[in-house]
T-cell receptor, first 115, second 118 residues
Framework: KAGVTQTPRYLIKTRGQQVTLSCSPI?????VSWYQQTPGQGLQFLFE???????NKGNFPGRFSGRQFSNSRSEMNVSTLELGDSALYLC??????????????FGPGTRLTVL | AQKVTQAQTEISVVEKEDVTLDCVYE???????LFWYKQPPSGELVFLIR??????QNEISGRYSWNFQKSTSSFNFTITASQVVDSAVYFC???????????????FGSGTRLQVQP
C-alpha cells in the first residue's frame, strides 16, 4: 500500500505570497493532520481534518488554513507568508479520527523556504 | 496541558554499543497513547511503536526495546547493538484519547539526535 504523499517536496516563496501544499493520505485513511517542524519550535500541530471537516486546530494564526476533499486528500494554505513560516510541513494520515488504536503515519514533508 | 521532555539533545555512540533514549511525559489524562518516531535525514517521520496508558508491558522488536513506566511517567527506548543506519532523530510523542471532544493530536518532544559512528 502506498504511503502518504506530499507535493511539492520543496518550495521557495517570497514574503507576502501565499502557498498551497497538498497531501494524499494512505488509501482508506480518512483523517489527515498537518504539523509544522522548525528548528526553534520543533514539531507543532496545525490542524486535523476528518470527513471534510476541521476537527481540531493548533495554536497558529488564521493565515494558516486547510481543507479536505471527499477523497480524503487535503490541502493546506498559508497566506501572506512571513520569514518565520519557513519550515518542514508534515502531513499525517490515520484510519479514523476517534478510534483509540489509531496511529498517524507521516509523509515525507514539504520544505518551504520563505525569502 | 501535555508535555513531553527528551532531555538528551544529541547522543553519539560507536557501532555495536547499546543506547537508551529517554522520554518523560506529563498529562492529566488517565487514557493516553505514547509513540516513538524516527526521522532520518530524508525528513519523513517513521512510526516505531505505540503504547497505551493501560499497557505497561515492555516490548521488544528486534534490536529495539521500549520500557514504559507509568509510576515515573517515562517511556524509554533502547537500541541494542546500534548500527550506522540507526543514525537519525528520534521523537517521543504523546496523544490523548478523548472520545467526547474528538481531540486527537500528537505533542512531540524536542527529539534526540543519535549519531552512530562506524
Amino acid at each position: 500500500k502506498a504511503g502518504v504523499t506530499q507535493t511539492p517536496r520543496y518550495l521557495i516563496k517570497t514574503r507576502g505570497q501565499q502557498v498551497t501544499l497538498s497531501c494524499s493520505p494512505i488509501s482508506g485513511h480518512r483523517s489527515v493532520s498537518w504539523y509544522q517542524q522548525t528548528p526553534g519550535q520543533g514539531l507543532q500541530f496545525l490542524f486535523e481534518y476528518f470527513s471534510e471537516t476541521q476537527r481540531n486546530k493548533g495554536n497558529f494564526p488564521g493565515r494558516f488554513s486547510g481543507r479536505q476533499f471527499s477523497n480524503s486528500r487535503s490541502e493546506m494554505n498559508v497566506s501572506t507568508l512571513e520569514l518565520g513560516d519557513s519550515a518542514l510541513y508534515l502531513c499525517a494520515s490515520s484510519l479514523e479520527q476517534m478510534t483509540r488504536t489509531d496511529t498517524q503515519y507521516f509523509g515525507p514533508g514539504t520544505r518551504l523556504t520563505v525569502l | 496541558a501535555q508535555k513531553v521532555t527528551q532531555a538528551q539533545t544529541e547522543i553519539s555512540v560507536v557501532e555495536k554499543e547499546d543506547v537508551t533514549l529517554d522520554c518523560v511525559y506529563e498529562t492529566r489524562d488517565t487514557t493516553y497513547y505514547l509513540f516513538w518516531y524516527k526521522q532520518p535525514p530524508s525528513g519523513e517521520l517513521v512510526f516505531l511503536i505505540r503504547r497505551n496508558s493501560f499497557d505497561e508491558q515492555n516490548e521488544i522488536s528486534g534490536r529495539y526495546s521500549w520500557n514504559f513506566q507509568k509510576s515515573t511517567s517515562s517511556f524509554n527506548f533502547t537500541i541494542t547493538a546500534s548500527q550506522v543506519v540507526d543514525s537519525a532523530v528520534y521523537f517521543c510523542a504523546l496523544s490523548e484519547a478523548n472520545w467526547d471532544t474528538g481531540r486527537r493530536a500528537l505533542t512531540f518532544g524536542s527529539g534526540t539526535r543519535l549519531q552512530v559512528q562506524p
